[in-house]
Each structure stands twice: as structure tokens, then as C-alpha cells.
């Protein structure tokens, strides 16, 4: 039974219709795009499937123009394979000239989860930055910052707090019930600091004034994004370029269902050794074949519904490969033990490069952020 679908920014739950939040969200259907994006498998394969004002982004990009890519991190918990479609977007834009602005947001997580300041920082840099860097960030043309400590310039951080306290003057109560439903003074300081973080890029001290600036989030995210939309537009003194934002699907987790950095049993980390990661899957991953084999044989297999299959549509990069993996399942010829299989020698063999790049990474990670903690007892 189809269960009733929760998407908001502090929870998803339930079975996702894409199309029916596209309509919901007033977001518009991913068109066709320049054939550079369709080399990369987020946008063939129609994972980052919608947009607001992405045309804006688009002709930047075209004319060689400035433009800017503005994303956070949400520092609580392991970084982990979901998380990676953001990171995998980074690096693509970065590589299309954008300037990346990387918020780490440990106010945040203070004020939602109750984490300390310094212990966001210890999990920003060593779960997503050296993973960030591992997957092929570049220093070049990227910001990686705090909200807690902005700028060691001071002009910079009183223009960034400023322009927060001064948004704060143009949200009504009722737009942030309209926006959140239940809201609480933590959670409002909260979007108006993420408004802060989307738009600050634009002001005079940063990028020299408004620039086309996007937000790629997935489809949950869409609230704080529609909330910085409207109140950068009534806001005096400031001409802010409406933003732009694109959206991608949720990777499901391991049993369905979304993938949650609070639940170790729903995702692989990227730290996860090959041995681990064949456990997990082998164990958790839900499948979509038959109770037996041969019922398997003659009915074949649900590659829809399949969180080994879905998890490959996300990492494999042939076409070709992943379109014979679907036949075959579905037509009964590949049972579940050997897609499961397929799977973790895909995720085993790129873990295993990966970590190899994790301790590269740590000794450029100064170019990234500045003064950083004791991390030694982490992994």
C-alpha cells in the first residue's frame, strides 16, 4: 500500500511522486540542456530533474559570464553516498566557471540539534570537506565558510550579519507558518540565516554586486529557498538577482524510504570499508525479486522498486551496462543475490580508490579551511 508522502525540510517520508510535487512546489520539469550536462549522469538521467530560473544560470554559462553556485552543509553525522549528488554538482559547476560559496552550517545544527559549535567544525572538515576534496573540489574559486565566523575580514562578516538582521525586517509571522506550518524563534533565525547565506554572495563586498546566483537542493529544501526568493525582493537599498535553484531526487535508502545520516543502517558512509559495504547491502538493501529462485526465474524481478538497481542508476556511468542489469532483472536471468553483488564490487572498488584520495586530501586541506582543529581521533 502506497504510504502518504511527508516532504518538508525536517522530514520526508512516505512514496515520493516527483511529478506531483513538481506541480505542488511550482517548480518547472528540466528541459533540454547544453550537451555538456548531458555527459554527466545527474542530468541524463534526469536525477536533478526541475529548476526555478535555471535559463538565468544557463546563459552565464554560455557567454563565459560570472555566476555563482551558493550550497550548505548540514554538519551532523557521516557523509555518506547520498550526499554525494550534491558534491558530484559542486565539482561539475566549478569546472563550468562558477564560484562555489559552501556554507557550513553550525548555527544551525546548535539551534536545531543542540551540537556544539566545535564539534560541527570537526565533523564539517573531516566528513565532508576531505571527502569534498577527495571527489575533486578545487581551492580555486571557492568559499568554505562558517556561520558562527563568517570572514576574518571584518567588512565581509558585518555585511553577511547585516544582511540577515536587516531580512529579518521583510518576512511576516504568517509567510514563515505559510513556508514551515509549525515555527519556533530557533527555526526562524534559522531560515533567515539561510537566506542570508544564499543571497550574501550578491552584495557589494563579496562578489562586487548582483550576480546570477543558483542553489541546487533536493526537492525538500524548496521552503527556505521560496522564502529568500520573496524576501529579496522587498528588501530596500539591495538589488538582489532573483535566485535560481535546481532539484534532485532522493537517493532511497537501504531498506526505501529516504536516506537518513541518523540512521547508519540506511546508507553507506564513504569512510565504510568494502567489507562493510558488502554487509550492508547483502543484509539491508531491499530487494524488488521473488521469494524463490524459481519464482524469480519465471516472473522475474521489480528493478523499479529495487534499492540495489536504484542505487546503480546513481554511480554507474555506462548506459549500456546499467540498461542490461534492468532486462535482466526484470526478465529473471539476474537474481537478487547477483545484483546485490554487482553493486558492491561497484561501491567496493570506488571506496577503496576513494579512501586512497581521502589522505591526499588532508594535505591540501588548509587551502580550504582555514585553522583547523585536532582531528586526530577521527578516522
Known sequence: MAKKAVVTPWEVKGDIDY????????VSP????PAVFNKNLLFRRNIVFAHRDIQRILEAVKSKKKFVMMTGLMPTGRFHIGHMILAQQMIFYQKLGAKLYIAVADVEAYLARGQSIEESR?????EYVLNYIALGLKPENCEIYFQSDRAKDSKKANAYYRLQNLLSGHATFNEFKAVYGEISPGKMLAALLQAADMLHPQLPEFEGGPVPTFIPVGIDQDPHIRLARDISQRIKGHKFIQL???YHRFMPGLK??????SDPLSFVALTDSPTEVKKKI???AFSGGQATVEEHRKKGGNPDVDVSYQWLTFIEEDDKKLEKVYKDYKSGKLLTG???KILSDELGKFLFEHEKKRGK???VLDKFVQEKPDTSHHR
Open 256 to 261: 526505501g524510504g529516504k536516506m537518513s545520516a
Open 122 to 126: 570537526k565533523i564539517a572538515i573531516e
Open 19 to 26: 511529478d506531483k510535487l513538481v506541480k505542488e512546489f511550482g
Open 30 to 33: 528540466m528541459r533540454e540542456l
Open 244 to 246: 535560481s535553484s535546481t
Open 361 to 363: 586530501a588532508r594535505n
Open 282 to 284: 547483502n543484509k539491508y
Open 338 to 340: 547477483e545484483l546485490k
